[in-house]
């Protein structure tokens, strides 16, 4: 694997789920291969599962890790061509290159601004990064997409799994702030790659990017898409039309025991209880919310190992 920014990186998903599940086994089975090699990893924005299990995945792999919160360096400038005498002190096209000099492979976690809908989805940091930095580049969640949060909800799906071909369903929930639309859009793209028969629920205008759901059916009734399920996968996101907008707050879209039934509950974290989802839910042995944190380490791991033996070859 050349970088990691995107699910599509991925040459064939099935063998390297199975691959993650394998290394969840043996966590140290290729702990030399990582030697004498470091992972930066890059924060603009805060993480909790994001930013430890991609620093334990890298050490299981016997890597050094430096990471860095981009707000306590430099402010820096994207755009090309600008006049540099506002709030940025350094141009990515130096900053990746020096970067790259310390690292092996860089780690970059960029949200959106939820402002400038062809300026997000442009992908501008992740693409400079990979475009200035002369080393592969994984995506930790960038402004459209968290593909290995949506790796390690494969893996946990297919742990789970009690049919060859499992009903999941990925619905909308209330949330008091705008959020992103990464997480659900590298769950669909993920959904589709998988042999699973799969559903979208939301209110009316928070359909996603149609580029990116393509034919997958859409059920603007909760209750009813979620009828039989055996995956509810449930996330949050602004409105992709209004972009960035939060167009009603919907209570009644809380995820409730009622509504879920025997479906097992996903959801990537961190949840607002009560508002997302109601805590006998949670609470409730149905919840894989930390099997999928777990899983986070070995999807970084299988991603870090399969970039680690590209560099070597
Ligand atoms: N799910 C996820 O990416 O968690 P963090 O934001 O805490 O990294």
């Known amino acids: 694997m050349k970088k990691y920014t995107d699910i599509h990186d991925i040459k064939n998903l099935s063998q390297t789920i199975t691959e993650a599940i394998a290394l969840k086994a043996s966590p140290f089975k290729h702990k030399t291969l990582g030697t004498n090699k470091t992972l930066v990893m890059l924060f603009f924005n805060a993480s909790l599962r994001t930013r430890l299990s991609t620093e334990k995945a890298a050490k299981n792999l016997g890597m050094d890790v430096i990471c860095l919160q981009i707000s306590n360096s430099w402010n820096l400038e994207f755009e090309d061509g600008t006049i540099m005498n506002l709030s940025t002190s350094e141009h990515i096209k130096e900053a990746a290159k020096v970067i790259a000099q310390y690292a092996d492979i860089i780690a970059v976690r960029a949200f959106p601004t939820l402002k400038d809908r062809e300026k997000d989805y442009a992908e501008i940091i992740m693409n400079s990064f990979t475009k200035y930095a002369n080393v592969p580049v994984v995506n930790l969640e960038s402004s459209t997409a968290h593909p290995l949060q949506a790796l390690a909800d494969a893996i946990t799906i297919n742990e789970f799994a009690a049919t060859k071909k499992p009903k999941v369903v990925l619905s909308w929930a209330p949330h008091p702030k705008a959020l992103p639309q990464s997480v659900a859009n590298s769950f669909v793209t993920m959904m589709q790659e998988l042999p699973v028969d799969f559903t979208i629920t939301h209110p009316k205008g928070y359909?996603?990017?149609?580029?990116?759901?393509?034919?997958?059916?859409?059920?603007?009734?909760?209750?009813?898409?979620?009828?039989?399920?055996?995956?509810?996968?449930?996330?949050?996101?602004?409105?992709?039309?209004?972009?960035?907008?939060?167009?009603?707050?919907?209570?009644?879209?809380?995820?409730?025991?009622?509504?879920?039934?025997?479906?097992?509950?996903?959801?990537?974290?961190?949840?607002?209880?009560?508002?997302?989802?109601?805590?006998?839910?949670?609470?409730?042995?149905?919840?894989?919310?930390?099997?999928?944190?777990?899983?986070?380490?070995?999807?970084?791991?299988?991603?870090?190992?399969?970039?680690?033996?590209?560099?070597?070859?």
């Open 207 to 313: 359909e996603l990017n149609t580029d990116i759901t393509g034919d997958v059916h859409i059920n603007y009734n909760q209750e009813e898409a979620c009828k039989d399920a055996d995956f509810v996968y449930v996330k949050n996101w602004s409105s992709y039309t209004n972009y960035g907008e939060i167009l009603h707050q919907d209570a009644d879209w809380m995820i409730t025991q009622d509504k879920l039934n025997t479906a097992k509950f996903m959801h990537c974290l961190p949840v607002r209880r009560n508002v997302v989802v109601e805590d006998a839910v949670l609470d409730s042995e149905n919840s894989l919310v930390i099997d999928q944190a777990n899983n986070r380490t070995f999807a970084a791991q299988i991603v870090l190992k399969q970039i680690l033996e590209q560099i070597d070859s």
